[in-house]
């Protein structure tokens, strides 16, 4: 009888921790988005012939879901933020890790920073937010905090309660 019961324990936590989505990070924007979260995608997405690492956004007071891209290179970093408002990249190097207008290359598929909804003034503040080479999970948290703040203000981004 203990062997059935320790076997059917041993299923149940298997069964959930293969299952359940894992969040790598959590944490505040101090904006009206609230709390986000960060979880590692299902599936790598493509991007110039390149499997790329995907991790998603979501935000405690907006249903909208946020989709960063990282591009590696052997010297720097990029990484493409796209929602349903906006898209930005964000770079680090040796030197900096800072805000960026998506590359020309990216534009051609379908990733384009328009100024419909990018709060400019926000935008020049964070061309520079630290000192180069951070690890992916610390670059996904700064894009968390940072990225609501590039949006400008709508009442359609966020939720009441």
């Not at 989709?67 to 990029?78: G, N, Q, Y």
């Not at 990216?106 to 920073?113: A, F, R």
């Not at 709060?119 to 948290?141: C, I, K, T, W």
Request: glycine share 4%; aromatic share 10%.
């Amino acid at each position: 009888m203990k062997k059935i019961i320790t076997t059917a324990v041993l299923i149940l936590i298997i069964g959930t921790a293969t299952f359940a989505k894992k969040a790598v990070a959590e944490g505040k924007t101090y904006s009206a988005l609230g709390n986000y979260r960060i979880e590692k995608a299902d599936n790598s997405v493509q991007i110039n012939g390149q499997d790329c690492k995907a991790f998603k956004i979501s935000y405690e007071n907006t249903p909208m879901e946020v989709t960063v891209i990282v591009m590696k290179d052997k010297k720097s970093r990029k990484y493409v933020v796209s929602s349903d408002k906006l898209s930005i990249q964000y770079a680090w190097n040796e030197y900096y890790f800072g805000v960026e207008r998506i590359d020309k290359a990216l534009s051609d598929q379908g990733y384009k920073t328009t100024d419909e909804h990018l709060n400019r003034a926000e935008y020049f503040h964070q061309r520079v937010l630290s000192p180069g080479l951070l690890m992916d999970r610390e670059s996904a948290r700064m894009i968390a905090a940072f990225f609501p703040l590039l949006l400008t203000p709508d009442e359609s981004f966020v939720a009441e309660k």
